[in-house]
């Protein structure tokens, strides 16, 4: 298999986007990405997405955005992996170029969330769960988390307000991000007086649903002199699952699909998790930003909300987290915010994130896109290429 690197990115503003129609949104974030990587055309496309066929009323859209794009005629698919279709649809142009079957390809995630009323969308972002013993009780995504949340307060005795501490880092990162969705900082007086969703969860908890696109364009490690775009290296992109259901889990805090993913990524680019100098977390809700960093091996179980409150994952922080915002302050459109946060990791490693939210000299970053509840886990590290 080939080496390869991201030369390119894109990416749409996260907003609620009603003038534009799924499509559009798709091909600006690919446009944009072939502008940056300064290629006239690709080989392939991969479109990341999980629910046009039920708020966009459009599936088939692989065929649909190379059509828009300008480029009927090449191989080109949808991919859904619920939350983590973004990076599934990286891992799947990841694949076809590192195999040699092409030369150039592009990796696509969109998503439209914000068509129809939050209680139809809640519905349809619920099929990502167990339809026979979640979704039929009733378990939305909100409720699922709060049981996970509840039940890590029992096990290792914090209170619900140590949570704080991840959506104020995310919120403080994405003033600074201008794709974002917030661009206001929070405070814990914020979060104490927030509305309950889910008990314990609270609105400052969850991440807001939201339209966007975000893209990238991949090829072989060996020709990126060929390209004008600034290259970084796909040192790892791994996947790996776990059950669907919650309660088919030995243990609700034991996430073994990002053990598996985690491991697997560091171990095939050579490095240690240590050596990881910002993780862009899916913290769709607080608690999974606390099981992603303790079961990837970056703290010991229970120690996650100690080091976040010593301030080890802020900006300027031992490991930062969520730089540019993360799905809480940048906004979470589903099937695309995979690639939001391959997209933000790569400008760190280019150094070219704004300078506040700059982390300095990043060699190796990672992010990790969670699809349900830990179903599926996609972890990608990146490397930056020294001359």
């Known amino acids: 298999m080939r080496k390869v690197a991201i030369i390119g990115i894109g990416q749409t503003p996260v907003r609620e986007h009603w003038d534009y129609p799924i499509r559009y949104l798709g091909v600006q974030a690919l446009l944009a990405a072939m502008q940056d990587a ?17 708020l966009s009323e459009q599936e088939h859209l692989g065929a649909l955005i190379a059509d828009y794009a300008g480029f009927s005629g090449i191989e080109a698919v949808k991919v859904e992996a619920a939350c983590a279709s ?64 509840r039940r890590y307060m029992h096990e290792y005795k914090v209170n619900k307000e140590d949570f704080a501490i991840f959506p104020i880092i995310a919120h403080a990162n994405a003033v600074h991000n201008p794709n974002a969705m917030f661009h206001h900082t929070i405070n814990r007086e914020d979060y104490a007086r927030a509305k309950m969703i889910a008990d314990p969860i609270n609105l400052m908890d969850s991440s807001p649903i939201a339209d966007g696109a975000a893209a990238v364009i991949i090829v072989p490690m060996d020709k990126i002199k060929k390209y004008a775009g600034k290259a970084v290296r796909v040192a790892a992109c791994e996947l790996a699952t776990d059950t669907v259901g919650l309660d088919s889990r030995e243990d609700a805090l034991l996430l073994k699909g990002v053990q ?48 976040a409150n010593d301030g080890k994952y802020s900006i300027d922080g031992e490991m930062p987290v969520c730089t540019f915002g993360g799905l809480k302050g940048r906004g979470h459109p589903v099937g695309a915010s995979g690639l939001y946060q391959i997209v933000e990791a790569v400008q760190q490693v280019r150094g070219d994130a704004p300078a506040p939210i700059q982390v300095e000299d990043v060699e190796w970053a990672m992010a990790q896109n969670i699809g349900g509840s830990g179903a599926t886990v996609i972890t990608t590290i990146l490397n930056r290429i020294n001359e």
Do not use: W
Request: proline share 1%.
């Open 86 to 149: 973004g990076a599934a649809a990286m891992r799947m142009a990841l694949m076809a170029v590192a195999s040699g079957r092409m030369e150039v390809a592009a990796a696509i995630g969109v998503e439209k969330l914000t068509e129809y009323s939050g209680k139809f969308s809640t519905a349809a972002l619920a099929t990502a769960a167990d339809a026979d013993y979640e979704a039929s009780i009733g378990l939305s995504f909100a409720a699922i988390n709060a049981l996970m949340m």
């Open 260 to 307: 598996k993913s985690a491991s697997k990524a560091l171990k095939i680019a050579g490095i240690e998790a240590k050596q990881i100098q910002l993780m862009e977390l899916h913290d769709a809700f607080s608690i999974m930003s606390v099981l992603s960093l303790e079961n990837s091996g970056f703290c010991q179980p229970g120690r996650a909300l100690f080091a």
């Open 38 to 54: 300064r290629v006239d055309t690709i080989g392939g496309l991969f479109v990341g997405n999980m629910l046009s066929g039920a």
